[in-house]
């Protein structure tokens, strides 16, 4: 185990942790929403540290991430664990494991025999792969926080750059803490109404939308995803809200990707078939509407919005189809054809 950041000890060996916007009181021998954050004799310890439960070379596009070093790989690793309990998870059988195993069972990852996976481990599988970044993914980065920051360390040490993909519930001092360490993110804006994130995700709206403006302004290259779910969070006027929040409170420039959903975890049995890509396409015309220049959709293979094009003359500057960039004329920043600054990170 390993002792855990951002938490104040209290009186009676109670603790708070400050990692996310949870802020869990956690009693002796108790652990928070996440399930892999345990006081022990009112010392916080992270239950993950060294633990990861898969590591792999990924393309940058998969995270997905459009306008950060376009056709490199990334290596991508995760622990178990999750601070949200989201009913339609792609990835429930890592994210959730903790919470359906209970206190008292193990946390399976590691090395062999469970050994402690060192980050220069990490870094040099990096490094191995010929990959550019290490993405902190798959579930939430933010409860293995202690084991991604040592690793985000190291890797700029060896020019690597990172990335999380996650749920935007950091609390404002951890993406303080991350501040020069973090270089990019996704962020799932899941809905724009409180009550989905409270019924299907256990969790709240506001402190996704405060993580956003905090990353933002921190100079974190930020991305965002909306997972698009049948009868769930596909209302227009919710979109419209949504899509107005990121060109007010962000900025038009920031890259909005709307993803095809299919049945996952309890959705399976109990929820909405897979979205038909016409409601797809209608949310990214609201994006366009709403003044977002880079509008993409996921899980649509082949889709035309897969390819970034120039939002002034439109010209087609980096050819995807899905994971696989297939043409990029970038290499300045700058559409070739008209001289339009495109952000992002290209080198």
Sequence with gaps: MHQAML???????????????HACLID???????????????????????????????????????HFLPGTYSYSIATMGCNFQCAFCQNWNISQQPREAGEGDGIPGGGPGGSEVEPAYIIGEA????????????????????YAYDCMKLAHEKGLKNVFVTNGYESADCVETCRGLLDAANVDLKAMNDKFYRTECKAKLQPVLDTLKRMHAAGIWLEVTTLLIPGKNDDPAELRELTAFLVGELSPQVPWHVSAYTPRYKYRKEGPGPTPASSIERALAIGKEAGLAYVYAGNLAGHDSESTKCPSCGATLITRRLFSVGGNRLADGKCPECQTAVPGVWR
Excluded: H
């Design 7 to 21: 938490y104040d000890k209290l009186g009676e060996n109670k603790v708070r942790c400050r990692l996310c916007a």
């Design 28 to 66: 002796e021998g108790k652990r928070g929403v996440c399930m892999v954050r345990q006081n022990q004799g009112g010392v916080l310890y992270s239950l993950v540290y060294g633990k990861p439960i898969t590591g792999s070379v990924d393309p940058i596009e998969k995270k997905p991430l459009f």
């Design 127 to 146: 490094l191995r792969g010929a990959c550019a970044s290490i993405s902190y993914t798959y579930t939430e980065p933010t409860i293995f926080f202690e």
